[in-house]
């Protein structure tokens, strides 16, 4: 009795790889690899390279050396340092880090700066104004209390 199957396509499994079953094998066996060995970048160099005497030999290495060495010193970058100009700033006298101009209305114009003074000191500015000295989040700063008309 021969069954009929409503799928004659799935019972060839060589041809469809849907069909499932084991995968079939390869035929060619035993089939070794056959490597070539290469020659290396130096062993090339070498067989290539004149027979120079010792002398002149050492006297290329040494230009090489110094080739190489003049490149280096060539592509290296030189830092550059950042010009402060000190021409119209002075220094202050408790902090020698910090400094003024000598053109600021406020007692700093005096040579009385915000940091070195106390806090909440009252003192004329060069332009004759009364001043005091507050505190801000960042530091200390003059802050203009009256306006005197001289």
């Given at each position: ?42 062993t ?16 290329k ?17 030189v ?41 909440n ?30």
């Open positions: 009795m021969t069954r009929l199957s409503r799928f004659p396509f799935l019972s060839i499994g060589k041809f469809f790889s849907f069909s499932g079953g084991a995968k079939e094998k390869n035929k060619r066996k035993n089939t070794k690899k056959k490597t070539k060995r290469k020659k290396t970048r130096n090339i160099h070498k067989t290539k390279r004149k027979n120079l005497s010792r002398k002149k030999d050492t006297r290495r040494i230009i090489g050396k110094k080739r190489s060495i003049n490149k280096r010193t060539r592509a290296r970058t830092k550059k340092i950042p010009k402060i100009y000190t021409k119209n700033k002075k220094q202050c006298n408790c902090d020698q880090s910090r400094s003024y101009q000598g053109n600021e209305p406020s007692p700093k114009g005096l040579g009385f700066c915000a940091h070195c003074t106390p806090l000191v009252t003192m004329k500015g060069s332009d004759g104004n009364l001043w005091e000295n507050q505190k801000y989040s960042k530091g200390k700063k003059w802050v203009k209390v009256r306006v005197d008309m001289n």
